[in-house]
């Protein structure tokens, strides 16, 4: 019996593979709150598609989707940090407005690309703002892995990939000689 890759599982569960059009275009702004139901309609199946995703793939480290992912083409992301119990983080129209000088560099994985993983720079920390539903601005900063986690999405709305973000010389490794699946990423207390 053939072993499906991890890209055709996911492809399998709606995530839009690596070379489409959508992942490569910057995502439409919603104009809040005018489209206030198209910005919820968009939410539901980041949430939706998330939901069948993680019921075939455990992510210790958290997990976000970008709509662009899904083949929305729409400014909208979510997240869900590592702690289960911690509530997901929804973005809408977000933008990066500040970044710590400090950085990391640790193996991130996409779900459009599931085969491989790479050795991406980020900062520590990231100070981002996003649209409320109800057209407010809000401002959250988010350090370490939850800033990666972040950052990740948030490029994928201005139709980056995290190998966009890798330094020259440095590639993607298969996903089977990668060993730091189920565990979260290190950081220096």
Not at 56 to 64: E, I, Q
Request: glycine share 6%; proline share 8%; aromatic share 6%.
């Amino acid at each position: 019996m053939t072993q499906v890759r991890p890209s055709e599982q996911m492809r399998d569960l709606g995530v839009v593979q690596r070379g489409a059009p959508v992942l490569a275009e910057p995502a439409l702004a919603f104009d809040l709150p005018a489209e206030r139901q198209a910005a919820e309609q968009a939410i539901e199946q980041l949430f939706s598609a998330m939901e069948r995703i993680g019921r075939v793939h455990p992510f210790a480290k958290g997990m976000g989707l970008a709509a662009p992912q899904i083949a929305i083409g729409r400014a909208a992301a979510v997240v869900q940090p590592p702690e289960s119990a911690a509530p997901p983080i929804v973005l809408l129209n977000p933008r990066i407005t500040d970044r710590s000088s400090d950085e990391d560099e640790q193996y991130e994985g996409c779900l459009s690309f599931f085969d491989v993983r790479g050795l991406t720079p980020r900062p520590l920390q990231i100070t981002v703002e996003t649209m409320t539903l109800e057209g407010q601005l809000m401002t959250t900063t988010y350090e370490r892995g939850l800033a990666r986690l972040v950052h990740h999405e948030i490029d994928h709305l201005y139709g980056l990939l995290y190998t966009a973000r890798m330094r020259t010389g440095v590639a993607p490794i298969p996903v089977e000689e990668y060993r730091q699946t189920g565990r979260a990423w290190a950081y220096d207390q």
